[in-house]
């Protein structure tokens, strides 16, 4: 599996490919806050380092 750089931007698919999951719930998780992203215009954007964050947290969750 592609492990990315921490200091890498991902794109909703690339992290919808990473957890394997739908759009959908990646976009609920963004939306929701529980995911921290950046939105520029209407493109949301995860930096690694807090994706890894959120799996680190949520580990029992997902």
Request: charged share 25%.
């Amino acid at each position: 599996m592609y492990e990315p750089d921490l200091n890498t931007i991902m794109t909703v698919e690339e992290v919808c490919d990473y957890l394997r999951l739908g759009k959908n719930s990646v976009y609920s998780l963004l939306k929701s806050g529980k995911l921290p992203s950046l939105k520029i215009g209407r493109k949301w954007l995860v930096p690694y380092n807090c994706l890894c964050e959120f799996m680190h947290s949520n580990k029992n969750s997902l």
